[in-house]
């Protein structure tokens, strides 16, 4: 399994950004996919997750900011992300939760950075 994350750069507050997590390996719509997110000097937390379904949820930091999104034929994952604050600015993750049938496995990509100047 291997998570391609890009999208990243340098924005001004206010501004907004796509993210893509191009996924090899696993299916984007036959497992649960996600976006995490790790400050400097923070623990990484949630941004968004999107079960197989195709129901999303939100950490509460992003709620009506961010959206995630599939796109099944590209295998990829999207993360919109608008209104841009300083408090956004971060390495962003990628995350596949794989399901087998002897469990679920968890899958990071290498990041992408997203930095928000004021």
């Known amino acids: 399994v291997q998570l391609q994350a890009s999208g990243g750069g340098l924005v001004q507050a206010g501004g907004s950004l796509r993210l893509a997590c191009v996924a090899s390996?696993?299916?984007?719509?036959?497992?649960?996919m996600g976006w995490y997110r790790q400050a400097p000097g923070k623990q990484r937390e949630l941004v968004a997750t999107?079960?197989?379904?195709?129901?999303?949820a939100y950490g509460d930091p992003v709620k009506g900011r961010f959206t995630i999104s599939r796109d099944n034929a590209k295998n990829t994952v999207y993360l919109q992300i608008d209104s841009l604050t300083p408090e956004d600015t971060a390495v962003y993750y990628c995350?596949?939760?794989?399901?087998?049938?002897?469990?679920?496995?968890?899958?990071w990509g290498q990041g992408t950075l997203v930095t928000v100047s004021s």
């Open positions: 995350k596949a939760e794989k399901f087998t049938p002897t469990g679920v496995y968890d899958y």
């Open positions: 999107i079960t197989r379904r195709g129901s999303a």
């Open positions: 390996g696993i299916s984007v719509s036959g497992n649960g």
